[in-house]
Structure formats: structure tokens, C-alpha cells
């Protein structure tokens, strides 16, 4: 089944304490993102990455950082989580229409989410 | 600020009847357009799509209109089933790496 996996699903943890969300795609994707979900703002985009160790900023990178070693795996680091990291977070994965030598169109698959809570 | 606005945070529509949900945006390099649907405890899955060369996007009972002029979008679900009840996300993007998305619709279509 075509799927992306975020692990782990929940999470409660305190400030300060270094956290990783795996998130892994079996769709032989180029492209990954992670996005934090937060009442009232939608989805916000904080790193996506086009290929293998090609990352980049999005909207919201403050506080995290992100490795693309592997094509199917995008890990969310927070090194010093503090509260305002608060959140749901969303992990999506496309392909690249390389026929059109650009990205494409291709909609994003995305993950169940994690929620992560930093007291 | 945000680029992707929806203005309405929820939406209550009768059975058989059209669901019409919008959306706006600030960025003229926008150049591609989607709607997701997110049920709860699930991630958002893709909709319907369109680009900004077009004006309509039609996939069975949901359709996208695009207004550049105005920049405005807007999903419409005809007829609306109680399984359509949900949140519903617009993004946008530009260039297709980069996307922003609106705050979301919830939808509740009453049988």
C-alpha cells in the first residue's frame, strides 16, 4: 500500500529536550515536506527537500532543522523544542514529472500527522 | 501575513444541496492551485487541482473555479453528500515547491 509513515504519533516531552519524527515513504518520491498544523493558520510549510541531500526553507523553519540521506526518508529534528513547537505536524511526499523537466503538478501525499506536545 | 485566505471557518449545507467554499489569495506569482480534504485524526488528501491557465477544473461532483483577476478561488461539491463533511484546505503555489495553505473550511453536509 502507498503510503507516507510518520512515527511517532504522539508525543509529550519537555522543553529542551532534543526530539526527532521520522517520516518514510514507499512511493519512490523525490520530493518531501513537513508542514505544522495550527488552529486558525492552516498548514504551514517548514522544510521540504526536492531530492536526496537537497533541502530547503519553507514558511516556518525557525527552531527545526531536517536531512534528506535517503530518498524515502525525511526525519523533523527540533534540537531545543520549546513550547511555541507546540503542534500537529504533517509530513507529505510527490513525485517530480520529470517530463516537464520542472517539479510538476503532482498533489502531495501526506502522513496521519503527529502531535507533539512540549511542556 | 497569511497568502492563502479562507474567510469562512465553517459551513453548514442540506443534503442534495451545492456546497460552495472559497478561497482567496494575495500572491499574483501563484501559478497552481489545489484542494484538500482532511477528516480528523487523518492527514489531508487531495481533491482537485488546477492551474493557473485555466478557469475550471471539473472532477464528478466537485469543481474549482479560478478568478485571477480577483484572486479568488472557489470549490464547489454538487450534490453534497453527508461523506463530504470534513475540513477543506485551498493551497497555492509557485513554481511548485514551495505551497501555502489556508485556515480551512469545515464543512458538515445534515442528511
Known amino acids: 500500500e502507498a503510503q507516507v509513515t510518520q512515527n511517532p504519533r504522539y508525543l509529550i516531552t519537555v522543553t529542551g529536550k532534543k526530539l526527532t519524527v521520522t517520516c518514510s515513504q514507499n512511493m519512490n518520491h523525490e520530493y518531501m515536506s513537513w508542514y505544522r498544523q495550527d488552529p486558525g493558520l492552516g498548514l504551514r510549510q517548514i522544510y521540504y527537500?526536492?531530492?536526496?541531500?537537497?533541502?530547503d526553507k519553507g514558511d516556518v523553519p525557525e527552531g527545526y532543522k531536517v536531512s534528506r540521506k535517503e530518498k524515502r526518508n525525511f526525519p523533523l529534528i527540533l534540537e531545543s523544542p520549546s513550547p511555541n513547537q507546540t503542534s500537529l505536524y504533517f509530513c507529505a511526499s510527490r513525485p517530480i514529472d520529470r517530463d516537464r523537466g520542472l517539479v510538476g503538478n503532482q498533489p502531495q501525499h501526506f502522513g496521519d500527522g503527529t502531535r507533539l506536545s512540549i511542556l | 501575513d497569511q497568502q492563502v485566505k479562507q474567510n469562512s471557518p465553517s459551513l453548514s449545507v442540506q443534503e442534495g444541496r451545492i456546497s460552495i467554499l472559497n478561497c482567496d489569495y494575495t500572491n499574483s506569482m501563484f501559478d497552481y492551485f489545489l484542494w484538500y480534504k482532511k477528516y480528523p485524526a487523518e492527514g489531508p488528501t487531495f481533491l482537485i487541482s488546477i492551474s493557473s491557465i485555466k478557469d475550471k477544473n471539473e472532477d464528478g461532483r466537485f469543481t474549482v473555479f479560478l478568478n485571477k483577476s480577483a484572486k479568488h478561488l472557489s470549490l464547489h461539491i454538487v450534490p453534497s453528500q453527508p461523506g463530504d463533511s470534513a475540513v477543506y484546505f485551498c493551497a497555492a503555489s509557485a513554481h511548485f515547491n514551495k505551497f501555502y495553505f489556508g485556515s480551512g473550511t469545515k464543512l458538515n453536509v445534515k442528511p
Open positions: 527537500s526536492m531530492n536526496v541531500e537537497v533541502t
